[in-house]
């Protein structure tokens, strides 16, 4: 029975929530959604629609044409010219988009998809429920603190290690840029890199960029690889309105890339929901038509929180050595001189699965020791892949007052245990 | 209170618009229909701007009963939030500003949008165009709108409206809007792909990964090779339309 769901898991994220939820008084800096509500001028389109009766039906297959648009329109000012009627998708999430696109390019003599570690916790799982194989390929962390804010270099892609893995049975490279967790904005250079490394190859590159607006370096010009006309066959881009737009509970975002590959992606996402939800969609019109200046609000509040955590793992570098994340909402620290003491954690009532997770694992025992005695919910660096071992992600999405109790449960934790 | 507030605002802003395009005459183009509007109106203000003509066009989806004013004042709001009091207050005190002082343009391109009947009787209400673009007639509000047919009978309000020295540029692709040009006052103009016969053409089109390049064959049978970066058939039509502005009215100006 169920076979197929043997060797695929829960998000850790979740499993950690869930472990949280049975105890009372617990922060959590955990969860990767933004504090923010969704901007009004969003919700009330989203009632207007509702209250015109147009939300009822299904939209096409594709979304409905005002909103693809709107989108066309939108990357049209980043550089990247799709055409909106036969290459772009409005997805439930973009979680949904890259199952769409992972059950469309896997095959079964190219079943590997190749994934940065550590890289968003999701893709191995989507990957296997697509019927492939993630291959990981490590970030490799500098050795300086201060490398990410000199040359936004805190985490660098392994090019060579990623040439060795590209083979014939490579359906895909997948990466998030900006990176979860780690914050990192991988270079232009990389990312040419990659594209040379799968010129001549079957494989794509699908680019996740649910944090592209997120970023804290100054004089920074976005890039992506589907600004490159001669890279729109092997590029198919993902973007999703969860995070930019306080929006992650409306599940929409959308995906695009040349003509040939959405009209297979098309075929899936037809099958896995009919459409995106149309009320949603509706308010992603209105989102992206008036909800810029809304974004450049979050990003500044999340400039000022990503400070206000960092100046906290400055006080705890006894404890901790950290990259400053120039993108997304997550710090990625790594754990130095912390020997966890597991056998404090009562382990009688968790599952087999959890167990065999937690054994060996010290970011899973430190993210555990957190919870249960510090009230503190991180996530384990483990679960964004091997690399990420000896890691915990902190959220900066979450509230100021939260960020700062947390830390300071940590910090005082930390102080009378260690 | 918000409804009536609402109301007031939308009035106080045809007024003001109506004064401002009283003080500087400038010539109007609209860009109707259900799709494309956008990409159109950028093609034109792109083919005006080239020529150094001083012109204007309707910023996002400013372009019914309170942008479509906004857009002939050259007033815009950060959002089209209709709640937020003060707000609206200082947009009405900038395009009472803009009516009587903002500088004049050329050309106001504006694409017009409608989406109940009479829509369209409130708009022409505010701008008298001397040139109207009809894109493609599409179900997009079922909720107001029982069949296309009615969406087209809007279309044919403004059609009439064009005075007889104006342009009506028709999709002859589309059945709806070619058929509109019986009712044309103005010099009627077409362009397509489909179609046997249009005035203005595209034909050999070719996609590579650069983007499209097709050959335009105008009204009288003179031809250019266009190349565009952008993709898709939505793009071929604006270049037509482009074609015939710069014929139709650049030309002559």
């Known amino acids: 029975m169920f076979q197929r769901t043997q060797n695929i898991n829960l998000s850790p994220i979740k499993t950690m929530e869930l472990l949280a939820s049975k105890i009372p008084d617990v922060v959590s800096l955990a969860q990767g959604i933004p504090s923010f509500d969704t901007p009004e001028i969003v919700k009330k389109a989203a009632i207007k629609a509702l209250n015109r009766g147009v939300v009822a039906k299904y939209s096409l297959t594709y979304g409905l044409l005002e909103l693809r648009e709107t989108i066309e329109q939108k990357l049209a000012e980043d550089g990247m010219f799709y055409d909106f009627e036969k290459e772009i998708i409005a997805v439930a999430g973009s979680i949904e988009g890259i199952t769409a696109t992972l059950i469309a390019t896997i095959e079964p003599q190219k079943d590997e998809v190749i994934i940065f570690s550590p890289d968003y916790t999701s893709y191995a799982e989507a990957i296997k429920v697509a019927g492939g194989k993630p291959v990981y390929v490590n970030l490799i962390e500098s050795s300086s603190a201060k490398a990410s804010e000199d040359k936004n270099e805190g985490w660098k892609i392994d090019i060579a290690d990623l040439k060795q893995k590209i083979s014939s049975r490579t359906a895909a490279i997948m990466f998030s840029n900006p990176n979860n967790p780690t914050g990192v904005i991988f270079s232009k250079d990389d990312l040419l890199k990659i594209a040379d490394l799968i010129n001549g190859t079957e494989a794509f590159i699908i680019s996740d960029e649910v944090y592209k607006d997120f970023i804290y370096l100054n004089a920074y010009s976005r890039f992506s690889l589907a600004q490159i006309p001669e890279l729109r066959k092997k590029i198919i881009r993902i973007f999703s309105l969860s995070k930019a737009y306080a929006m992650a509970g409306w599940r929409i975002g959308f995906l695009h890339s040349d003509e040939e590959n959405i009209k297979e992606i098309l075929k899936i996402h037809d099958s896995l929901v009919t459409c995106a939800p149309v009320i949603a969609q509706h308010a992603a019109m209105a989102a992206l038509d008036y909800g810029d200046r809304e974004v450049a609000k979050f990003v500044s509040e999340f400039h000022k929180r990503r400070d206000i955590m960092c100046s906290y793992l400055d006080e705890l570098k006894d404890f901790f050595e950290y990259q400053k994340p120039n993108g997304s909402y997550f710090v990625f620290p790594k754990i130095k001189q912390i020997n966890t003491d597991f056998s404090l954690i009562n382990t009688n009532k968790m599952d087999d699965n959890l167990k065999k997770m937690i054994q060996g694992s010290k970011s899973w025992q430190f993210a555990l020791e957190l919870l249960y005695n510090a009230h503190v919910v991180v996530v384990p660096g483990l679960a964004f892949g091997p690399a990420g071992e000896n890691h915990i992600r902190l959220s900066f999405g979450r509230r100021q007052k939260d960020i700062e109790e947390g830390m300071r449960r940590i910090k005082k934790y930390l102080a009378n245990s260690h | ?253």
């Not at chain 2, 802003?13 to 010539?27: D, E, G, Q, S």
């Not at chain 2, 409206?161 to 070619?178: F, H, Q």
């Not at chain 2, 499209?212 to 250019?224: G, R, S, V």
């Not at chain 2, 039509?237 to 502005?245: D, F």
């Open chain 2, 1 to 253: 209170m918000v409804l009536f507030l609402k109301r007031l605002l939308q009035l106080k802003l045809k007024y003001l618009a109506k004064i401002y395009i009283w003080r500087t005459n400038p010539f109007v183009i609209v860009v109707a229909g259900t799709t494309n509007r956008h990409w159109i109106k950028e093609c034109i203000l792109e083919a005006l701007k080239e020529k150094g003509i001083s012109c204007r066009g309707n910023k996002k989806n400013f372009n019914a009963e309170i942008g479509l004013p906004l857009s002939v004042l050259g007033v815009y709001s950060e959002t089209d939030d209709d709640s937020k009091i003060r707000r609206w207050f200082n947009v009405l005190l900038k395009s009472a500003r803009a009516a009587f002082f903002e500088k004049a343009t050329d050309y106001l391109v504006l694409e017009m949008a409608i989406d109940k009947p009479d829509d369209m009787e409130y708009l022409l209400g505010i701008i008298k165009p001397q040139a109207a673009v009809f894109t493609t007639i599409t179900m997009i509000y079922p909720e107001n709108f029982s069949n296309l047919d009615e969406i087209a009978a809007e279309y044919r309000r403004l059609i009439k409206r064009l005075p007889k020295s104006g342009m009506a540029i028709l999709n002859a692709d589309d059945e709806r809007i070619i058929s509109l040009k019986e009712y044309s006052p103005a010099r009627v103009f077409t362009y397509g792909i489909e179609s046997p016969d249009p005035g203005f053409m595209a034909k050999d089109i070719t996609k590579s990964l650069a983007g499209q390049e097709f050959l335009i064959q105008t009204a009288d049978l003179k031809t250019k090779t266009v190349k565009i970066n952008k993709f898709g058939q939505h793009h071929i039509y604006a270049e037509l339309v482009k074609e015939v502005i710069v014929g139709g009215i650049i030309a002559k100006s």
